[in-house]
């Protein structure tokens, strides 16, 4: 397998603008988990899907953050309209229950 | 709560030589996981070792192996061998109800040569 994997890597952008953030998870992984990771806050978890369906959003930092997964091979992370403060890198993860987290590359993204 | 604790936010280590990393969580779980991820400067979480609440065995892999205490809620990492591709940051997480995962603020790992 592939592995998670993510697009794009790197994204510069200016404030106010839409940002869509793209992952395809493990085949057969029912779990997906958004993360962002900032050297104030650490790794934080945004939302997970189980069976494309989203559980716990409590961690999406506000309104302009949203997430959908239409099917199983497919998530996106969307904020609109960025702000200077959204830079951070962006993970997806997938996961089997009870197994390991397997992190994709990460979207590094630059919002001026 | 559940939380994970890493408190060296730093650590240096010698070429060849063993570094253990320390780890600490706190939890009124009975059944979890804990792991032990990697990331270089290639910003990739790369996943380093697994351990299984329930197993009294340290996991070993390679190089790396753990030193898990469940009573004292400790869950440390040990280098051996010290490898330059080593440097990197270390996060330890803990998993509990199969899914939910919290993460360490990290240590930073530089091996000198």
């Known amino acids: 397998d592939a592995g998670v994997i993510q697009s794009p890597r790197h994204e510069v952008t200016e404030m106010g603008q839409e940002v869509t953030l793209r992952c395809k998870p493990i085949s057969g992984h029912d779990y997906l988990f958004w993360y962002r990771q900032t050297m104030m806050r650490g790794l934080e978890l945004l939302i997970y899907?189980?069976?494309?369906?989203?559980?716990?959003d409590s961690g999406m930092p506000e309104d302009r953050f949203s997430a959908k997964m239409p099917n199983a091979s497919f998530s996106t992370l969307k904020i609109q309209p960025s702000e200077p403060r959204d830079s951070a890198v962006y993970f997806c993860?997938?996961?089997?229950?009870?197994?390991?987290?397997?992190f994709g590359p990460g979207t590094r993204l630059l919002v001026l | 709560a559940q939380t994970v604790t890493q408190s060296q936010p730093e650590m240096s280590v010698q070429e060849a030589e063993t570094v253990t990393l320390s780890c600490t969580y706190d939890?009124?779980?009975?059944?979890?996981?804990l792991f032990w991820y990697k990331q270089p400067p290639s910003r990739q979480m790369i996943l380093v070792i697994r351990q299984e609440a329930y197993k009294q065995q340290n996991a070993t892999e390679n190089r790396f192996s753990v030193n898990f205490q469940k009573a004292a809620k400790s869950f440390s990492l040990k280098i051996s061998d010290s490898q330059l591709g080593d440097t990197a940051m270390y996060f330890c997480a803990f998993m509990f109800e199969g899914y939910d995962m919290r993460f360490g603020a990290g240590t930073r790992l530089t091996v000198k040569p």
């Open positions: 939890t009124s779980e009975s059944n979890y996981y």
């Open positions: 899907f189980n069976n494309n369906v989203p559980i716990d």
């Open positions: 993860a997938s996961s089997s229950p009870l197994e390991t987290q397997y």
